[in-house]
Antibody, heavy 127, light 106 residues
Framework: QVQLQESGPGLVKPSQTLSLTCTVS??????????WSWIRQPAGKGLEWIGR???????NYNPSLKSRVTISVDTSKNQFSLKLSSVTAADTAVYYC???????????????????WGQGTLVTVSS | EIVMTQSPATLSVSPGERATLSCRAS??????LAWYQQKPGQAPRLLIY???TRATGIPARFSGSGSGTEFTLTISSLQSEDFAVYYC????????FGQGTKVEIK
């Protein structure tokens, strides 16, 4: 059974960089065709996909966050990480890591939904 | 950008009754549509993918239908553990979620 666990600071100051790590257990992050993703949810609101990484290192980000987001992977540690720069109070949210599972379409794009999620970690942006 | 719109925002249903939730996409997403259930303080749980395929371990009372731009999640007979928020997600493009439907006890 695959399990994901987020870790990182729960409080970040405005204008600084939010950094989180997701540790994957119960399977190798390098096995299979999965897109490892970050998703966030402000209190009382809906879900927002932040971005994803494949174990090759290829990434794709939400256009609205692209200028501030970096996702990286460390296959030796079975982890992937999120950095979000220049944070404001609007970035306060529960941050989830998740496994993207799907298929390749006729154009070669990988289309994916999320079958495993971490429990989530609350990050508050405040001075 | 594809906009996902869920309706209603809140659905009041009595235990044992049927619940029907809707999700509309602003452009066709084929059958690349998933549904999730989220309870307070928990991560979302995958219910349906491919618009109509139940995920592993999901009870048969949950069913999904639709394609293109119109999708429905039906819970045939609501159990106490089904009262939660439900989200749809399209994956025909970069992943985008609807704003959710809260199913509450009537």
């Amino acid at each position: 059974q695959v399990q994901l666990q987020e870790s990182g600071p729960g409080l970040v100051k405005p204008s600084q960089t939010l950094s989180l790590t997701c540790t994957v257990s119960g399977g190798s992050i390098s096995s299979g065709s999965y897109y490892w993703s970050w998703i966030r949810q402000p209190a009382g609101k809906g879900l927002e996909w932040i971005g994803r990484i494949y174990t090759s290192g290829s990434t794709n980000y939400n256009p609205s966050l692209k200028s501030r987001v970096t996702i990286s992977v460390d296959t030796s540690k079975n982890q992937f990480s999120l950095k979000l720069s220049s944070v404001t109070a609007a970035d306060t949210a529960v941050y989830y890591c998740a496994r993207g599972m799907g298929y390749y379409d006729s154009s070669g794009y990988y289309l994916y939904y999320f079958d495993y999620w971490g429990q989530g970690t609350l990050v508050t942006v405040s001075s | 950008e594809i906009v996902m719109t869920q309706s209603p925002a809140t659905l009041s249903v009595s235990p044992g009754e049927r619940a029907t939730l809707s999700c509309r996409a602003s452009q066709s997403v084929s059958s690349n549509l998933a549904w999730y259930q989220q309870k307070p303080g928990q991560a979302p749980r995958l219910l349906i993918y491919g618009a109509s395929t139940r995920a592993t371990g999901i009870p048969a009372r949950f069913s999904g239908s639709g394609s293109g731009t119109e999708f429905t999640l039906t819970i045939s007979s609501l159990q106490s553990e089904d009262f939660a928020v439900y989200y749809c997600q399209q994956y025909n493009n970069w992943p985008q979620f609807g704003q959710g439907t809260k199913v509450e006890i009537k």
